[in-house]
């Protein structure tokens, strides 16, 4: 087609959200006064006008085919009000101002398959990324472990029987794109990249891959008298940099990128300040199609936090007040020279007290 | 219709069964029941891709250059390496579509977009991707253009992918959430919308995000993954209905609400008096939202609502996680120039960084470079002793301008 033919873009950017927001939201825009949990999976939010409106939340499978999209939209049409939003964790919520249509409506999802849940002190829809289905760079994949591990948890997402909310996240390479969780499952290489001389000069730009490693362990060299670059691989350390812009610095090994588990990343200022996750498991295998070994861990942590944590104390919470000696006794995992931080202000990480348990 | 070919999948089989949705029936679905042999046969050809690698643990698509007439981005291409053995799948790009704050929809919208991705694309989409978009997953060059022309006519546009400022998000703010100081919704079409040139063409350092959550609960996980974390909070006195205080004392006991509200406020700002009614120092309640959180009946936010904006958190790509930082401790948002002042904010930090951050660094790892206190230089901002958890421990720095600052420090206090 001719340049001339082509359509030029039109640059609205982010739209308007309130032409699609439930009439009862818009007549209450910052005006809502409490709300109240009738029963796992609901709210009730309540306005100063006295108006009220009830929210139904609903796992997904995230990956949305079709007709899975026009399934839930026909029950939002038949059961809901026609409005709808998506979580952060891809939930979808449906709103409705009659209390009646709250049973109907969360009968015709649940004998479609979908579960209701995710509110309040359960374990919240796990979080998850693009994986082997979508990304490039991937060491694993993201909703095939999410899958795996909902199965398991499903219970815990239709109840609230945890200390405090508990949000999951996995990613499937070491950017971690999906965030932080109070428990996330993150792919670990533990072997220098395996490079493909032969390929390098051909794809990769070698001064931007260089400036990519966090401990400048990538030089330029010249491997069978053509341009490429070498590894010094008591330097490296395995985290993958290099990979995204170097397709030829293979860092995926279906061996030796193995799965790690981190606890105690909050996003929340409730309490305490916000928290990045703390590495508590690794060398986990990356094992297709249920990874039982990550899902065991998972579980692992969440019953050691369950019955060990009080009321509101988010799993890192818990953790800090009994104390990581306590925390590997409880879960029996090892505790290792690993887990000693050495990146930068690692020493803040250290315990330079005599505040020790016994 | 079905697919013309279908490839065996026993290592994805196994994700139909258990009680969760599954994503391999709903992709199969589409292979087996789909009446447009397009949607059949990639949908085969990608759960053909998706079990090799399985098989071997490895991943099999590779980027490339793939975007619309006009932009420069928004478009993650996808080429397969394995397309000899998965010939429909070769193309597989996925198109990142800019959602509403707060990601609200109508069933009828969903369904309009629906339709548009069946007649250009896989089928597959997702709400929402990490970064905030929709992700349309799944075409071919070809139906990028065609899906791209055809929402944008009726008011959907693309995405952030690349060194550029990506699409936003905001918590479910306002609309429907009590604890809500700010319009979640204005603020993010504000600033994004103020962006859409450097949305589109990627020319940045790298990337730029900008997430909103009405307050410190964070719901959006902006402070841990956003460039630019703006805050709902308030200034005034947490509102207080003592019946209701009372109520909860009732139905939970005077222990626990002292287990679990009283003692359990970060700066100690709480009491439980002995008639049951509640004492707050809120000259030292620091907004954690953890006693309104427990009693959302009895307790509120207060009316002076404003922002918190914090700069420059990301995730751990190159030098590790990093939390943002306090650069405006309370800003109000209600007139006009208001918003305007946050979006001059925007724009100056982003030109500051455009000009001195290095080649994929992030804002928040410019400012760890260069110090604080130079980045606030460059962006014209006064420090604050909000910016900071504790002052300097160290003795190693020059300090003759002390008496400067210091004056400083008076004439703006006079000023306020
Ligand atoms: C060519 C390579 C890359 C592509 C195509 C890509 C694509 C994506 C996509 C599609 C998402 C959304 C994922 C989802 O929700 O499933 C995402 C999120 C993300 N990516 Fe990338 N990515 C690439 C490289 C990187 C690199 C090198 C970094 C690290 C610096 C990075 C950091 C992130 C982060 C932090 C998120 C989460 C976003 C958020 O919290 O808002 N990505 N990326
Ligand atoms: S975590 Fe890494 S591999 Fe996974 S989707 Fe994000 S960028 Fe891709
Ligand atoms: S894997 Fe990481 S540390 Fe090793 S060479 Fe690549 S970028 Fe450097
Ligand atoms: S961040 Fe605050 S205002 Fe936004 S949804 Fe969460 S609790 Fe509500
Ligand atoms: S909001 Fe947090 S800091 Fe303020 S009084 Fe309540 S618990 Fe204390």
Not at chain 1, 295 to 316: H, S, T
Not at chain 1, 336 to 351: F, P, V
Not at chain 2, 86 to 115: A, C
């Given at each position: 087609?001719?340049m001339a033919?082509?359509?030029p873009?039109?640059?609205?950017?982010?739209?308007d959200g309130f032409?699609?927001?439930?009439?009862?939201m818009?007549?209450?825009?910052?005006?809502w006064?409490y709300?109240?949990?009738?029963?796992?999976?609901?709210l009730?939010?309540?306005?100063?006008?006295?108006?009220?409106?009830?929210?139904?939340?609903?796992?997904t499978?995230?990956?949305?085919?079709?007709?899975?999209?026009?399934e839930?939209?026909s029950?939002?049409?038949?059961?809901?009000?026609?409005?709808?939003?998506?979580?952060i964790?891809?939930?979808?919520?449906?709103?409705?101002?009659?209390?009646?249509?709250?049973d109907?409506?969360?009968?015709?999802?649940e004998?479609?398959?979908?579960v209701v849940g995710?509110?309040?002190?359960?374990?919240?829809a796990?979080?998850?990324?693009?994986?082997?289905?979508h990304?490039?760079?991937?060491?694993t994949?993201?909703?095939?472990?999410?899958?795996?591990?909902?199965?398991?948890l499903?219970?815990?997402?239709?109840?609230?029987?945890?200390?405090?909310?508990?949000?999951?996240?996995?990613?499937?390479?070491?950017?971690?794109c999906g965030?932080?969780?109070?428990i996330?499952?993150?792919?670990?290489?533990?072997?220098?990249?395996?490079?493909?001389?032969?390929?390098?000069?051909?794809?990769?730009?070698?001064?931007?891959?260089?400036?990519?490693?966090?401990?400048a362990?990538?030089?330029?060299?010249m491997?069978d008298?053509?341009?490429?670059?070498?590894?010094?691989?008591?330097?490296?350390?395995?985290?993958?940099a290099?990979?995204?812009?170097?397709?030829?610095?293979?860092?995926?090994?279906?061996?030796?990128?193995?799965?790690?588990v981190?606890?105690?990343g909050n996003?929340?200022?409730?309490?305490?300040?916000p928290t990045f996750?703390?590495?508590?498991?690794?060398?986990?295998?990356?094992?297709p199609?249920r990874?039982?070994?990550?899902g065991?861990?998972?579980?692992?942590i969440?019953?050691?936090?369950?019955?060990?944590?009080?009321?509101w104390?988010?799993?890192?919470?818990?953790?800090?007040?009994?104390g990581?000696?306590?925390?590997?006794?409880?879960?029996?995992?090892?505790?290792t020279k690993y887990h000693?931080?050495?990146?930068?202000?690692?020493?803040?990480?250290?315990n330079?007290?005599?505040?020790?348990?016994f | 219709?079905?697919?013309?070919?279908?490839?065996?999948?026993?290592?994805?089989d196994?994700?139909?069964?258990?009680?969760w949705?599954?994503?391999?029936?709903?992709?199969?679905?589409?292979?087996?029941n789909?009446e447009?042999?397009?949607?059949?046969?990639?949908t085969?050809?990608?759960?053909?891709?998706?079990?090799?690698?399985?098989?071997?643990r490895k991943?099999?698509?590779?980027?490339?250059?793939?975007?619309?007439?006009?932009?420069?981005?928004?478009?993650?291409?996808r080429f397969s390496e394995?397309?000899?053995?998965?010939?429909?799948s070769?193309e597989?790009?996925?198109?990142?579509?800019q959602?509403?704050?707060g990601?609200?929809?109508t069933?009828?919208?969903?369904n309009?977009l629906?339709?548009?991705?069946?007649k250009?694309?896989?089928?597959?989409q997702t709400?929402?991707?990490?970064t905030?978009?929709i992700?349309?997953?799944?075409?071919?060059?070809?139906g990028?253009?065609?899906f791209?022309d055809?929402?944008?006519?009726?008011?959907?546009?693309?995405g952030?992918?690349?060194p550029?400022?990506?699409?936003?998000?905001s918590?479910?703010?306002?609309a429907?959430?009590?604890?809500?100081?700010?319009?979640?919704?204005?603020?993010?079409?504000?600033?994004?919308?103020?962006?859409?040139?450097?949305?589109h063409?990627p020319?940045?350092?790298?990337?730029?995000?900008?997430k909103?959550?009405?307050?410190?609960?964070?719901?959006?996980?902006?402070?841990?993954?956003?460039?630019?974390?703006?805050?709902?909070t308030?200034?005034?006195?947490?509102?207080?209905?003592?019946?209701?205080?009372?109520n909860y004392?009732?139905?939970?006991?005077?222990q626990?609400?002292i287990d679990?509200?009283?003692?359990?406020?970060?700066?100690?700002?709480?009491?439980?008096?002995?008639?049951?009614?509640i004492?707050i120092?809120n000259?030292?309640?620091?907004?954690?939202?953890?006693?309104?959180?427990v009693?959302?009946?009895?307790?509120?936010?207060?009316?002076?609502?404003?922002?918190?904006?914090?700069?420059?958190?990301?995730?751990?790509?190159?030098?590790?996680?990093?939390?943002?930082?306090?650069?405006?401790?309370?800003k109000?948002?209600?007139?006009?120039d208001?918003?305007?002042?946050?979006v001059?904010?925007?724009e100056?930090?982003?030109?500051?960084?455009?000009?001195?951050?290095?080649e994929?660094?992030?804002c928040?790892e410019?400012?760890?470079?260069?110090?604080?206190?130079?980045?606030?230089?460059?962006?014209?901002?006064?420090?604050?002793?909000?910016?900071?958890s504790?002052?300097r421990?160290?003795?190693?720095?020059?300090m003759?301008?002390?008496d400067?600052e210091?004056?400083k420090?008076?004439e703006r206090?006079?000023?306020a």
């Amino acid at each position: 087609m001719a340049m001339a033919d082509m359509r030029p873009p039109i640059e609205s950017g982010c739209p308007d959200g309130f032409q699609y927001m439930h009439p009862t939201m818009r007549r209450n825009f910052g005006l809502w006064k409490y709300h109240t949990d009738p029963k796992p999976g609901v709210l009730r939010h309540v306005a100063e006008s006295g108006e009220e409106i009830f929210t139904v939340k609903c796992g997904t499978q995230r990956i949305l085919d079709i007709f899975s999209l026009r399934e839930l939209t026909s029950i939002g049409d038949e059961f809901a009000d026609g409005f709808v939003r998506f979580t952060i964790r891809s939930n979808i919520e449906y709103y409705v101002t009659d209390e009646s249509k709250i049973d109907p409506l969360i009968e015709a999802l649940e004998s479609k398959g979908y579960v209701v849940g995710g509110t309040k002190n359960s374990v919240a829809a796990m979080s998850h990324t693009q994986g082997w289905l979508h990304c490039d760079i991937p060491g694993t994949d993201a909703s095939g472990v999410v899958k795996s591990m909902m199965d398991e948890l499903i219970g815990e997402f239709k109840s609230w029987n945890m200390p405090n909310r508990v949000h999951i996240t996995t990613s499937c390479c070491q950017i971690n794109c999906g965030g932080q969780g109070d428990i996330a499952i993150n792919i670990q290489h533990t072997k220098p990249p395996k490079i493909d001389h032969a390929q390098v000069s051909n794809v990769c730009e070698r001064p931007s891959v260089v400036a990519r490693c966090p401990v400048a362990a990538i030089r330029p060299a010249m491997v069978d008298g053509k341009p490429s670059l070498e590894v010094d691989e008591k330097k490296c350390i395995c985290c993958g940099a290099c990979f995204p812009p170097c397709p030829p610095m293979m860092i995926n090994d279906a061996e030796h990128s193995k799965l790690a588990v981190w606890v105690g990343g909050n996003h929340s200022n409730a309490r305490g300040k916000p928290t990045f996750q703390k590495l508590v498991a690794s060398a986990i295998p990356n094992n297709p199609p249920r990874w039982p070994e990550a899902g065991a861990i998972v579980k692992l942590i969440l019953k050691c936090y369950k019955e060990d944590a009080r009321d509101w104390e988010r799993v890192g919470e818990w953790v800090e007040r009994i104390g990581w000696p306590r925390f590997f006794e409880l879960t029996g995992l090892p505790f290792t020279k690993y887990h000693i931080d050495n990146w930068r202000g690692a020493r803040a990480s250290l315990n330079a007290s005599t505040h020790i348990r016994f | 219709m079905a697919a013309k070919k279908i490839y065996p999948t026993p290592m994805l089989d196994v994700l139909e069964e258990g009680p969760w949705p599954s994503f391999i029936t709903g992709i199969k679905a589409l292979r087996d029941n789909h009446e447009n042999q397009f949607i059949a046969d990639v949908t085969s050809s990608l759960l053909g891709q998706l079990e090799h690698s399985y098989e071997t643990r490895k991943g099999y698509w590779k980027g490339g250059t793939v975007s619309v007439f006009g932009y420069g981005g928004g478009v993650i291409p996808r080429f397969s390496e394995v397309a000899d053995a998965f010939p429909e799948s070769k193309e597989f790009h996925t198109i990142r579509v800019q959602p509403t704050p707060g990601n609200y929809y109508t069933t009828d919208m969903l369904n309009k977009l629906g339709d548009s991705w069946e007649k250009n694309g896989s089928g597959l989409q997702t709400f929402h991707g990490q970064t905030g978009n929709i992700m349309f997953i799944g075409t071919t060059t070809d139906g990028t253009q065609k899906f791209f022309d055809d929402i944008n006519d009726y008011g959907w546009d693309m995405g952030g992918a690349g060194p550029c400022v990506r699409t936003a998000m905001s918590c479910v703010g306002a609309a429907r959430c009590e604890m809500s100081n700010c319009n979640e919704h204005g603020i993010q079409r504000w600033l994004v919308n103020n962006f859409t040139d450097d949305v589109h063409r990627p020319a940045l350092p790298y990337k730029f995000k900008f997430k909103i959550s009405g307050c410190p609960n964070d719901c959006q996980n902006a402070i841990e993954r956003a460039d630019f974390a703006v805050i709902g909070t308030w200034r005034d006195d947490i509102r207080v209905d003592e019946a209701e205080i009372k109520n909860y004392v009732e139905a939970k006991g005077r222990q626990y609400i002292i287990d679990n509200v009283i003692t359990r406020c970060p700066t100690q700002a709480l009491a439980l008096n002995d008639d049951d009614t509640i004492a707050i120092d809120n000259r030292n309640c620091v907004r954690c939202m953890h006693c309104i959180n427990v009693m959302p009946k009895a307790l509120r936010p207060g009316t002076d609502k404003g922002v918190t904006v914090l700069i420059g958190g990301k995730r751990t790509l190159k030098i590790g996680d990093l939390m943002g930082t306090v650069v405006v401790p309370f800003k109000k948002l209600e007139t006009r120039d208001d918003y305007e002042e946050l979006v001059e904010l925007a724009e100056e930090i982003i030109d500051f960084w455009a000009e001195n951050g290095l080649e994929h660094e992030r804002c928040g790892e410019m400012i760890e470079r260069i110090g604080l206190v130079n980045f606030l230089e460059g962006i014209d901002v006064e420090v604050d002793p909000n910016m900071v958890s504790s002052t300097r421990q160290s003795s190693y720095v020059r300090m003759d301008g002390w008496d400067d600052e210091a004056i400083k420090w008076f004439e703006r206090k006079a000023e306020a």
